[in-house]
């Protein structure tokens, strides 16, 4: 065993018989004995001049020096001269010698002899024997014994005695270990110093959780890379890590107030070298945006031995560009047993082509324990479509619990034709928090026209996150009637990215308001309203009916330039409406031979409208056959409307041409 007490409370002075000394003579006698040594440190001729002193006044029966030079010989390892010193002291009341007494038998396996000196220089008032008696009991079992002495240590001050004191109430799940905790803390204790910050942290995930939401940070960035374990999602495709433990960036005050504090005993115990929490300092300092700092703190760690630092180190490297020094950093953890940085290495392999030495890397996570070495070796088989072992590694995974391996061998067996196979791993991974798996299910219960069910998942994937299932609720509730319900999900799918719906929420609003009007003459142009920002939103990602949609809008405002533009856009994108609708404006220019050529694209493509007008057009040029042509096409197209003129005027080119 360690001695009980580091090398600052070894050398407790005090006496367990008070004798009749003056008070300053006292003083000097117990700042002696506790080693205090002068700024700078001592010499080995200093250390060998105060051996040499205390060694003449201990000859000469001083008990003070018989104390230092016990525990002197003591710390050097020659106990059996120790030995001799201490017990002579401890037989004139020293209670600092009857402490390392215990300490020197506790070493040589004599612990209840030790426990009795133990105790004779706690009662006496010795806060390091109190914290050494008390760690004894604890030893052996006797948790009240533990308690009771302990804690008699930790009031009178004592670092140690607060942080093992701390460590036992934690070990109940008693709330009161934090107060000792933090005791031990504020005296400079590195180890209560991190898991002060550790118990601070939780508190602010907890507030986290209950009001807002927590993003995963230590060595991950949360939520934009999740998958479902490990450091972060490295930045090549398809191939996946998922994040990992560690603090995060709080939306809550009270949480934010948690974790500021929390970095800050961080910070003490990092400058102490505790090289986990120069790990967790890091992640907190990236999270807040100092990625200098950061670094510097991940450095630290890394350099300690820390795998998870270097593997951080190696993502902060790579998201500023530097992928070679970052794939050095991930080396070295994934030489360590980090699983997260054989991911990494993985990924960053696959990405450049480099199949099989992902796949070594892959193998290498796994073997280190990493769930997401398996699904990721599923990924890479699936892009090299060796489904067969792609299914057995996902299978592997899923059984170890990885949610979106379950997922991704839900889609392949339905890939597979086996819907039925596919419903239970879909499930599985709906149920442990995949978003995709539960719109997944959604999509199957649709194709079986269970409506209900599917509805079901898409409002669940939805509420996390899902922009194509909101949408899908969406149109739902549109189908159903519910407009509110309808806009609030268009809503959100829209400001996720949907471009199908930002058209509808464009057409919910548009179908609310009046028809656009041309201004008069001299007036300005009317603001765009919310309806057309939507509409343009979704005709900039190519959306063919929003830009037919919005060029109606500019023709409505009188703007043909930006009609044609986006008539053009749709037409060329083969939109047969925006053939026919620019067509229009083309032969209202005077450019009949342009519009015709639109209208014969709009016509083969199905559009009535189009017939019909290339049919008036070929009547008036005296082109009787070609129109007859066109009135045909354009009676099959129809609508109705266009069915009975075209009819019409087939009828009448017919007698024409018979005359």
Not at 238 to 254: N, R
Not at 438 to 452: C, K
Not at 583 to 602: F, P, T, V
Request: hydrophobic residues 40%; proline residues 2%; contains cysteine.
């Amino acid at each position: 065993m360690d001695f009980m007490g580091d090398r600052a409370t070894l050398l407790e002075t005090g006496r367990f018989v008070q004798r009749q000394v003056e008070s300053s003579a006292e003083t000097d006698n117990s700042a002696g004995a506790a080693g205090v040594t002068p700024a700078g440190g001592p010499t080995e001729s200093a250390d060998a001049e105060t051996e040499a002193r205390h060694r003449r006044a201990a000859e000469g029966g001083d008990v003070a020096s018989m104390s230092v030079l016990g525990a002197l010989l003591l710390r050097r390892g020659d106990l059996d001269a120790a030995e001799n010193y201490l017990r002579a002291a401890t037989a004139e009341g020293d209670r600092a010698a009857a402490n390392n007494l215990g300490v020197l038998l506790h070493q040589r396996g004599y612990t209840e002899e030790a426990s009795g000196w133990w105790r004779v220089a706690a009662v006496a008032g010795s806060a390091a024997a109190a914290h050494a008696l008390g760690r004894h009991y604890r030893e052996q079992g006797d948790e009240p014994a533990a308690e009771y002495w302990l804690r008699q240590s930790a009031e009178q001050g004592h670092a140690l005695g607060a942080y093992a004191l701390a460590d036992l109430l934690e070990h109940r799940s008693d709330v009161g270990s934090e107060r000792w905790l933090r005791a031990a803390a504020e005296q400079g204790h590195r180890e209560a110093s991190y898991r002060l910050a550790r118990a601070l942290e939780r508190q602010a995930r907890q507030a986290a959780r209950t009001g807002s939401s927590v993003r995963a940070l230590i060595t991950g960035r949360g939520e934009r890379d999740r998958t479902d374990s490990g450091v972060r999602k490295a930045a090549v495709g398809a191939v996946g890590i998922g994040p990992g433990t560690g603090p995060g960036v709080l939306d809550t005050d009270a949480g934010q107030s948690l974790l500021t504090e929390a970095a800050q005993w961080y910070r003490q115990a990092a400058t102490r070298g505790h090289r986990r929490a120069a790990l967790h300092l890091g992640a907190i300092l990236e999270g807040r945006g100092e990625l200098k700092e950061a670094g510097r703190w991940y450095l630290t760690a890394a350099q300690d031995g820390e795998a998870r630092a270097a593997c951080a180190l190696g993502f902060l490297l790579r998201d500023a560009g530097d992928e070679e020094s970052a794939a050095v950093w991930w080396l070295r953890a994934a030489q360590e047993g980090d699983g997260n940085a054989a991911n990494a290495l993985g990924a960053l392999h696959a990405a450049r082509g480099e199949q099989q030495t992902a796949e070594r890397w892959y193998r290498a996570a796994m073997d280190a324990g990493d769930v997401n070495g398996a699904y990721n070796l599923g990924l890479l088989c699936t892009a090299q479509d060796r489904t067969t072992q792609a299914e057995q590694w996902y299978r592997r995974a899923a059984y170890a619990g990885h949610r979106e391996a379950a997922n991704a061998l839900a889609v392949l067996l339905l890939q597979a034709g086996d819907p039925t196979g596919a419903e239970p791993w879909f499930s599985k991974a709906a149920e442990a928090g995949s978003v995709d798996a539960a719109f997944n299910l959604g999509i199957l219960y649709a194709g079986r026209d269970d409506d209900r069910a599917a509805l079901v998942w898409y409002e669940r994937a939805a509420a996390a996150g899902h922009t194509e299932a909101a949408l899908q609720v969406g149109i739902a509730c549109l189908r159903d009637g519910d407009e509110q319900a309808a806009e609030r999900h268009l809503r959100c799918a829209a400001g996720g990215g949907s471009t199908e719906a930002a058209f509808r929420l464009a057409t919910l609003l548009d179908a609310r308001q009046p028809p656009p009007r041309a201004p008069a003459l001299g007036e300005a142009q009317p603001e765009k309203t919310e309806c057309e920002q939507w509409y343009e939103r979704a005709a900039e990602h190519g959306h063919r009916r929003a830009q037919v949609r919005v060029g109606m809008l500019a023709a409505g405002r009188g703007d043909m330039t930006d009609a044609a533009r986006w008539y053009r856009e749709a037409a060329e994108a083969g939109s047969r409406n925006g053939a026919f609708n620019l067509g229009l404006l083309l032969a209202r220019e005077g450019s009949e031979r342009e519009a015709a050529l639109w209208w014969s694209r709009a016509a083969q493509a199905g559009h009535g409208r189009a017939a019909l007008r290339l049919a008036l057009l070929a009547a008036r040029r005296g082109e009787l056959a070609e129109g007859q042509h066109w009135c045909a096409r354009a009676v099959e197209l129809g609508p109705s409307e266009v069915t009975e003129r075209a009819a019409r005027l087939r009828e009448a080119l017919h007698q024409e041409l018979t005359a």
